[in-house]
């Protein structure tokens, strides 16, 4: 059954299904809603729920508009030329905070210049390998690792995917060959065909595979084992300490948008997650339900700009 929700909630097409009032909307009233991922991986799926909630209670027509690519900056700037449009807003990744750091000629100097709307939660992360990797645990991995650095491929498809990883390997003295994708969409299928053997991701995107007996999922990244596989230790519980993750999914208007519109969609996801049939959806999706107002929005963009600062340095890596 819960695969049956899992597999209907990443089905979910790509326009986000509306209430029969909101085609009777302007298309200047519609909400734009840009997706730095592919269609049908995690982020997605998060966003085409909590939009379509959105669009039902106000009877505003919205729009999914993907752009995935380039760690998120492509989405990014299709929302920062759609400066001063109240109706543009971008499903913004905490992995975007990144982007300014780890370029030379970033498309924005800080997620800030975005209008803060609401934070909507954190993925729950895990350590995914494909069935054939000879490893049932993180210790078997760490010993394969390190009796054959960069022989197993690690992808990853967003900068915190990179980073997770990135953590982990520093912490344990080993390495892989990174191997970038666009999205969990595209990569998880080569993980279960054993086209690339690791991946640090959303527990959510190799949930299906890992039930289907092609992924094995052997640790989560979070405080506390997840209930969508109890059984999996957390990262912890194997002996492995890392830093900070900034895994949260938020949205973000466009430059030079009202700040009294951001403050009134706030208050609109805020209502929408108090629904128990939506929080249920997105936490069967491996998000953990927050909600904000935008001036806590703006301290946790502020507080992971400097948690990519530090990581940055500390694995000496220099812009490019």
Aim: glycine letters at 8%; charged letters at 15%.
């Amino acid at each position: 059954m819960q695969r049956r929700r899992f597999l209907k909630t990443l089905a979910l097409g790509a326009a986000v299904t509306l209430h029969p009032t909101a085609f009777a909307q302007t298309a200047a009233n519609a909400l734009r809603v840009i997706v730095p991922t592919p269609a049908g991986g995690p982020s997605d799926a998060a966003a085409r729920r909590l939009m379509q909630a959105l669009g039902h209670d106000s009877g505003r027509q919205v729009v999914i508009d993907n752009r995935p690519g380039a760690g998120g900056a492509i989405a990014a700037r299709a929302v920062l030329d759609a400066r001063g449009d109240p109706h543009t807003l971008l499903w913004a990744l905490g992995s975007m905070s990144g982007i300014p750091v780890l370029q030379k000629s970033p498309p924005y100097p800080s997620l800030e210049v975005f209008v803060p709307v609401s934070n909507v939660g954190r993925f729950v992360f895990a350590l995914f390998v494909a069935a054939d990797v000879p490893a049932h645990s993180v210790a078997e991995l760490v010993a394969l690792l390190r009796d054959k650095p960069d022989a197993l491929a690690c992808a990853h498809g967003t900068l915190g995917e990179w980073m997770a990883a990135a953590q982990v390997f520093k912490a344990t003295g080993t390495r892989a060959t990174m191997v970038p994708y666009k999205g969990g969409a595209q990569l998880m299928p080569d993980l279960a065909s054993g086209r690339v053997q690791v991946n640090f991701g959303p527990l959510s995107s190799g949930l299906a595979q890992v039930q289907a007996g092609r992924v094995r999922a052997l640790a989560v990244l979070a405080g506390q084992r997840s209930p969508l596989l109890p059984e999996v230790p957390t990262l912890a519980e194997a002996g492995i300490a890392t830093g900070p993750l900034p895994t949260w999914q938020a949205l973000l208007a466009a430059p030079a948008s009202p700040p009294e519109m951001a403050r009134t969609l706030s208050r609109q996801v805020a209502t929408a997650l108090q629904d128990a049939e939506l929080r249920g959806a997105l936490e069967r999706l491996g998000l953990q339900v927050e909600g904000s107002t935008p001036e806590a929005l703006t301290q946790t963009l502020s507080a992971d700009a400097q948690v990519w600062r530090q990581f940055v340095a500390e694995q000496q890596i220099a812009p490019e």
